[in-house]
């Protein structure tokens, strides 16, 4: 085979490569075709690569944030939470509400939207995961149902003891529960049933009145919470009473008070279906309408309204 039309040179192929001729005649073809060893002086600058560009640090700030809160998904059931607090101006001592927006893929609807709750303020209620309530609350002896105070386990009453330690028993077998009368109320204590806090529980009876019923927690540091002062902070069956008795379900948190005359006060207002078209099923529970409180709090001059939620009335809609 003749290179360039020269047949002496293809006798002498050895010593050219495929690039052209070769410095070292005595390598074969075969050589030279893997031999790259070359091309740094063979090619020309244009097959040089780019030089690699430099990395520029990007400044600080200018980023975006979200909430500030995760979406939370519970591996056992698959569920969804999320918790959007709600910013309250600071009053004394932290006498102020600690409010949020409590989603949940699993929960009802609300005067918030399905499965969305307000967060913030406390109740006391009957317990519903062992069966309905039966509201069987006699003045003295055993009751028919659970208390469930929030973020607590079961209330139990406290049972009168001799001096042994032992608790007493009626004629009937049954634990005497541990009463005093003040004024016109006779209370009754309850602690949970594990020894969560040490807060002084009390409910309140009105002996005047058996359907008038409120309960009273002293905590820790000596704050008093009040659940259920009025009907509006009561929910309860209003269709009619049942042998005397108007069902209370739940108490809710409607007072607070501490050491210092620093007062927080909640504001219900039962649905009444004013201003509603009747078509949405959402005025079976009494909403929250407003939060005030401050220091020397006095009922006819609220000091520092917190929140203000209620029903829009419907001849301002536009």
């Not at 390598?27 to 790259?36: I, K, M, V």
């Not at 001096?163 to 109320?185: K, M, P, W, Y």
């Not at 009876?205 to 359907?211: A, I, K, M, V, Y």
């Not at 207002?269 to 201003?275: L, M, P, T, V, Y």
């Amino acid at each position: 085979m003749a290179i360039d039309g020269d047949p002496s040179k293809a006798a002498a192929g050895a010593g050219y490569g495929l690039f052209g001729a070769s410095s070292q005649g005595s390598r074969s073809a075969g050589q030279d075709f893997f031999d790259l060893s070359s091309l740094g002086s063979t090619l020309s600058a244009s097959y040089a690569l780019p030089a690699a560009p430099s990395i520029v640090p990007l400044k600080e700030g200018g980023a975006i944030s979200g909430l500030g809160e995760k979406y939370n998904v519970s591996s056992a059931s698959g569920t969804g939470s999320l918790s959007v607090p709600i910013q309250t101006s600071p009053a004394r001592r932290g006498m102020q509400p600690q409010l949020a927006l409590q989603y949940d893929s699993a929960a009802g609807n609300s005067e918030f939207g399905l499965g969305w709750q307000l967060r913030g303020g406390a109740s006391i209620t009957r317990k519903t995961s062992k069966g309905l309530p039966r509201y069987h609350d006699p003045a003295s002896g055993p009751e028919s149902d659970v208390f469930v105070l929030s973020g607590m386990e079961d209330l139990v009453p406290v049972f009168k003891k001799d001096a042994s330690g032992v608790i007493l028993q009626d004629s009937a077998g049954n634990h005497v529960t541990e009463e005093s009368v003040r004024g016109n109320h006779v209370v009754r204590r309850y602690f949970p049933r594990s020894r969560q806090t040490f807060a002084r529980i009390e409910r309140w009876t009105n002996l005047e009145s058996r359907n008038d019923v409120h309960w009273r927690v002293v905590t820790e540091e000596n704050s008093t919470l009040v659940f259920g002062s009025d009907a509006n902070s009561r929910i309860f069956d209003q269709s009619a009473a049942v042998d005397g008795n108007i069902r209370i379900f739940s108490w809710l948190q409607s007072e607070t008070y501490d050491t210092y005359g620093n007062a927080m006060t909640f504001t219900y207002k039962q649905e009444d279906s004013a201003s509603v078209s009747g078509e949405a099923a959402h005025e079976a529970f009494p909403p929250l309408k407003s939060v005030t409180g401050g220091q020397d709090w006095i009922p006819s001059q609220p000091i520092g309204q917190a929140l203000s939620y209620g029903p829009t009335d419907s001849a301002t809609e536009s």
